[in-house]
């Protein structure tokens, strides 16, 4: 897995008028969760059937969401060492594609 600073650089580079999403699996978590950046916060929510889904909770930041307490007790800079993936727009892969994110957003993982 990549480490928060990495995914910080990532984050960064990533164009909010495209408003990308982010996904996250942890290995100690049934649901999937995603981050959607926009240009003046961010939301989160956790992913799943229309039961599961949890609506958008508005952040004015990634740092304010990696500290705060949130959906499911999630609290990120917590559980990063149980973070297996992070897919973003729902293609690439900071395990599996590496290079292709590099070529896209010029973040070297």
Known sequence: MISYLKFKELFDNLNASNEPE???????????????????????????TLE??????????????LSTKTIDDIV???????IEDIIINCTLSVVDDKKDIFDAYGVEL
């Open 22 to 48: 982010i996904e996250f699996s942890f290995k100690n978590k049934q649901n999937k969760y995603m981050i959607i950046k926009y240009f003046s916060y961010i939301t989160f929510q956790r992913c799943g």
């Open 76 to 82: 990120f800079i917590d559980e990063w060492d149980n």
């Open 52 to 65: 599961e889904q949890s609506g958008e909770v508005k952040f004015s930041s990634l740092e304010e969401l």
